[in-house]
């Protein structure tokens, strides 16, 4: 995909749609177009927390340490965006994730996404509403485990 083909693609996801030609541009130069295989690693859980991941098609599972097995909690797929908290909190990666088939991904570097968002309020908002829709999927699944634990100790 050439220079022009990434930036029209950046203009049709929602979270860019707002922002200038020439800042999908810089966005596209700065950026790096990678394909992964079904099962190869983005990155680790502990891995540190040098950049973000847009999904630009496929999709990407979601693994947690479960102490003795990894387990697959979520999948994500086209336009979600992976691993803005460990780079919005400076901490290491919180889980690992794993393409789920054949996945192109749009690596930012960390400092580059955090300037996207402090210059660029529409994207900076819509991160948040992520962020936001990702704790309230975390805190409905907490609940449920939470009932589900009781149910067990129950019987």
């Known amino acids: 995909m ?4 990434e930036v029209e693609r950046l ?4 979270m860019f749609s707002k922002m200038e030609t020439s ?3 810089l ?3 700065t950026s790096k177009l990678i394909e992964y295989q079904d099962g190869e690693t983005l990155f680790h859980i502990d891995d540190p ?4 991941y847009l999904v630009m098609a496929g999709y990407v599972e979601i693994l947690v340490d479960s102490g003795s097995d990894i387990e697959s909690t979520i999948v994500r797929g086209e336009n979600a965006l992976i691993g803005e908290m460990a780079v919005i ?3 290491g990666r919180t889980a690992s994730v794993r393409a789920k088939g054949q996945v192109s991904v749009l690596r930012m570097e960390d ?3 955090l300037k996207l968002l402090t210059g660029n309020p529409d994207v900076a908002l819509d991160v948040m509403r992520q ?9 409905q699944a907490n609940e449920l485990l939470q009932r589900q634990i009781k149910a067990l100790k129950a019987d």
Request: no cysteine; charged share 25%.
């Open 27 to 29: 966005l596209a130069f």
């Open 131 to 139: 962020l936001s829709d990702k704790l309230t999927e975390a805190h």
């Open 111 to 113: 400092d580059v996404f």
């Open 11 to 14: 203009s049709q996801i929602p």
């Open 49 to 52: 927390a040098d950049s973000v």
């Open 89 to 91: 909190s400076k901490q």
């Open 2 to 5: 050439d220079i022009n083909q």
């Open 23 to 25: 800042k999908l541009k």
